[in-house]
C-alpha cells in the first residue's frame, strides 16, 4: 500500500481500492473466493457509505451513515483475520488487517464526536 493519504475519505477509497488488487482474480478454492467476495463487498461498502455522510441532510442520517461505514470497516478486520488465521493471505496482505483497524478506530471517534 502506498503512502496513507490524510483524508479519510481518500484512505477508504484506497482501502477499497487496495482489497480489490489484491482480492480480484480467479480462486482455486472455496473458502478463497467467499471470503474475497465479502471482503470486496464490505471495503466498498464503507468508503461509499462514509461519502455519503458527508452529503446527508441530517445529523441523525449523517450518523447512520457513519454507524454503516464503521460495521462494514469491522467486518472486514474479521473477514480478514480469518483468512490470516487460516493461511489464506498472503505474506504482503497483512498489512490490510492493520489498515482495517485503523480506519476502524477513525470512524469511530468521528462518530463519536457528531453526538
Avoid: W
Avoid at 472455496?30 to 468508503?47: D, N
Wanted: charged share 30%.
Amino acid at each position: 500500500m502506498s503512502k496513507k493519504p490524510y483524508d479519510v475519505e481518500d484512505r477508504l477509497i484506497l482501502f477499497a481500492a487496495d482489497v480489490v488488487r489484491n482480492f480480484d482474480f480467479p480462486i482455486k478454492t472455496y473458502a478463497s473466493k467467499y471470503y474475497a467476495e465479502q471482503l470486496i463487498r464490505s471495503s466498498g461498502s464503507a468508503a461509499l457509505n462514509y461519502g455519503e455522510f458527508a452529503g446527508a441532510g441530517t445529523s441523525k442520517d449523517r450518523i447512520n451513515k457513519l454507524r454503516i461505514c464503521l460495521k462494514e470497516l469491522k467486518e472486514c478486520k474479521n473477514n480478514l483475520r480469518i483468512q490470516l488465521k487460516a493461511d489464506l493471505l498472503k505474506p504482503d496482505q497483512q498489512n490490510l488487517v492493520d489498515e482495517a483497524l485503523q480506519l476502524s478506530k477513525i470512524v469511530a471517534t468521528i462518530i463519536k464526536n457528531q453526538k
